[in-house]
């Protein structure tokens, strides 16, 4: 059974940063692209950020020189470093995988940027 368990959201003042993470179970997670989705209130999810299975990187232009994707192998976990964090960046923030053309998806991590 494939899980996605997001956490390290929270409440943070504009310019702040945060690291989120994902720890993945059920498939090996080394062999498979990982992405990172949020979605803001009233908005369409939208891709953030991806990573390849060999480490090769892609942002949505609205993160680039801000956040970092990474992952750990060995820890079966992908993370989401976020630096000079903006309101607007504030939505839920979704890992997920993509498995025979199905999306799997976790439960989601809050985070909230002030002004």
């Known amino acids: 059974q494939v899980q996605l368990v997001e956490s390290g959201g929270g409440l943070v003042q504009a310019g702040g940063s945060l690291r989120l993470s994902c720890a993945v179970s059920?498939?090996?997670?080394?062999?498979?692209?990982m992405d990172w989705y949020r979605q803001a209130p009233g908005k369409q999810r939208e891709l953030v950020a991806q990573?390849?299975?060999?480490?090769?990187?892609d942002y949505t232009d609205s993160v680039k020189g801000r956040f970092t994707i990474s992952r750990d192998n060995a820890k079966n976990t992908l993370y989401l470093q976020m630096n000079s964090l903006k309101p607007e960046d504030t939505a839920v923030y979704y890992c997920?995988?993509?498995?025979?053309?199905?999306?799997?998806w976790g439960q989601g991590t809050q985070v909230t940027v002030s002004s």
């Open positions: 990573i390849a299975s060999g480490g090769n990187t």
């Open positions: 059920g498939i090996i997670f080394s062999i498979y692209p």
């Open positions: 997920n995988v993509k498995l025979w053309s199905l999306d799997y």
